[in-house]
């Protein structure tokens, strides 16, 4: 059997996430994204002139979403299948590319522990 890869979707109890937290940056903006410019020397010239052109607003690359309920209620996440005749692998690209299933065809066991209630 070839690989094949399809599109899925797969329902879990999840949280609503909340808003973003509205709290600044952990840094001062213009600490956060500077180097000397003996570090700036150091670098390769493409990158070195690129250092300073649009710096983040915050250490982090996205805003905290700390305002997460505790009430979970199913959501659909979309799935990346891909499968052989030994495995079938099912990613999670909204959450970062994780591996939600391994499953082991032959032995008909699934290879990751999942926890879903």
Same mark, same amino acid.
């Given at each position: 059997?070839?690989?094949? $890869? !399809?599109?899925? +979707?797969?329902?879990? =109890? /999840?949280? =609503?996430?909340?808003?973003? @937290? =509205?709290?600044?940056?952990?840094?001062?903006?213009?600490? /956060?994204?500077?180097?000397?410019? %003996?570090?700036?020397? /150091?670098?390769? /010239?493409?990158?070195?002139?690129? $250092?300073?052109?649009?710096?983040?607003? &915050?250490?982090?690359?996205? !805003?905290?979403? #700390?305002?997460?309920?505790?009430?979970?209620?199913?959501? %659909?996440? #979309? +799935?990346?299948?891909?499968? @052989? #005749?030994?495995? *079938?692998?099912? $990613?999670? =690209?909204?959450?970062?590319?994780?591996?939600? &299933?391994?499953?082991?065809?032959? &032995?008909?066991?699934?290879?990751?522990?999942?926890? *879903?209630?």
């Amino acid at each position: 059997m070839a690989t094949t $890869v !399809r599109r899925d +979707t797969l329902t879990l =109890p /999840a949280a =609503p996430l909340g808003p973003e @937290n =509205p709290l600044p940056a952990l840094l001062p903006l213009e600490e /956060a994204h500077t180097l000397a410019e %003996s570090e700036r020397a /150091a670098l390769p /010239a493409e990158m070195a002139r690129q $250092v300073g052109y649009g710096p983040l607003r &915050s250490v982090l690359p996205t !805003r905290i979403l #700390d305002g997460y309920g505790r009430q979970r209620a199913p959501a %659909s996440l #979309d +799935t990346l299948v891909i499968e @052989n #005749d030994r495995l *079938r692998v099912t $990613v999670l =690209p909204g959450l970062g590319g994780r591996v939600g &299933s391994l499953f082991h065809k032959p &032995s008909g066991k699934e290879l990751l522990y999942t926890y *879903r209630r």
